[in-house]
């Protein structure tokens, strides 16, 4: 049986979230992200923030974030399109902050498909009390050409 889209999204998120693959600039940010949920439209992950993606404070660098956020979101319209989207609007609003070893929960879901413009919302929560740590909000396009499939 041939692998449904959400399927293959979560393998493509996994492959990226591998320690192997950590040497890649942009798997930085994901090395070592667990997916527990790839449905249609929606992705669920676990992260625990490793030292290196901290500042000189031990908290979770905002850009770091933001690259999480980026990839998680674009998996999740995969997993609903089966096509990897660029962001053409990207909004993240920060309310609190993680250190180094606390674990989080990261939920992406598609909100609206609208032609070749996709909407996605990824929320981000401390594992331990559900305080929501960042919201990301992104509309993403497929591209006419060299549209990358899953």
């Known amino acids: ?5 959400a399927e293959m999204a979560k393998k493509w998120l996994e492959d990226r979230a591998n320690p192997a ?3 890649v600039v942009g798997n930085l940010a994901i090395g070592g992200l667990q997916v527990f949920s790839a449905q249609t439209g929606r992705i669920l992950c676990n992260f625990l923030l490793p030292r290196h993606l901290s500042d000189k404070d031990g908290n979770w660098r905002a850009g ?3 690259t999480l956020i980026d990839n998680v979101g674009s998996l999740a319209i995969a997993s609903a399109t089966g096509d990897i989207k660029i962001s053409v609007a ?8 993680v250190k180094i070893n606390e674990e989080v929960e990261i939920e992406a879901r598609t ?6 413009l996709s909407n996605v919302t990824v929320e981000i929560r401390k594992k331990e009390s559900g305080e929501v740590v ?14 990358s499939k899953l």
């Open 1 to 5: 049986m041939a692998e449904s889209k």
């Open 21 to 23: 693959h950590s040497t």
């Open 64 to 66: 770091a974030i933001a």
């Open 90 to 97: 990207f909004d993240i609003s920060y309310f609190s902050t």
């Open 111 to 116: 909100l609206a498909h609208v032609g070749k």
């Open 134 to 147: 960042a919201v990301g909000k992104q509309w993403m396009a497929s591209t006419s050409r060299g549209q």
